[in-house]
């Protein structure tokens, strides 16, 4: 009993791991291209002038005015060069529905996502089925030993005696 389970366990790792990892690999890219078709880079104008950038600084923070695809207009502050003036065009981005947001998550970045995510999948998983094995190993050792002291209680007298 112990065999197969143990056997199935091994083939469990090997087979379910890397499917795991895999698994997680195209989630997290999937998950990255809803994110670029969701955001969209939208033109904003500079509503007010910038603060100065402070000492050693190029880029300050200022509010920003942009109207979202329903039509209705939204604010926000963003960085900007310090040099730029109010009614300057500032790229922002937004999602659909004219929220701001953060930039998408570039090409090579989402594939480093992805390596991080299948990695992390399939070294949990293989060391989950380890766990598991040395699980079963110890609860099967813990029956053998149990049943041979069992063994041993019942034939050690009458081997003493005969050895006496």
């Known amino acids: ?29 999937e998950g990255r291209a809803q994110q670029q078709a969701q955001r969209h880079l939208t033109e904003a104008v500079l509503v007010e002038d910038p603060a100065p950038a402070a000492r050693g600084s190029t ?10 695809p329903d039509g209705t207009t939204h604010t926000g502050r963003v960085p900007v060069g310090s040099h730029l003036e109010r009614g300057a065009r500032v790229p922002v981005w937004t999602d659909n529905d004219g929220e701001m947001t953060s930039a998408p998550v570039g090409p090579a970045a989402a594939r480093f996502d992805a390596a991080v995510a299948a990695l992390a999948v399939t070294v949990s998983l293989g060391l989950l089925v380890l766990a598991l094995h040395q699980l079963v190993r110890r609860r099967c050792e813990r029956r053998r030993a149990a049943q041979w002291g069992r063994e041993w209680a019942r034939i050690a007298p009458e081997w003493d005696r005969r050895n006496a």
């Open 59 to 68: 880029r300050t923070r200022a509010t920003v005015g942009w109207t979202a």
């Open 1 to 29: 009993m112990e065999g197969w389970i143990l056997l199935a366990l091994g083939v469990t790792g090997l087979i379910g791991a890397p499917l795991g990892g895999a698994s997680a690999w195209e989630a997290v890219l």
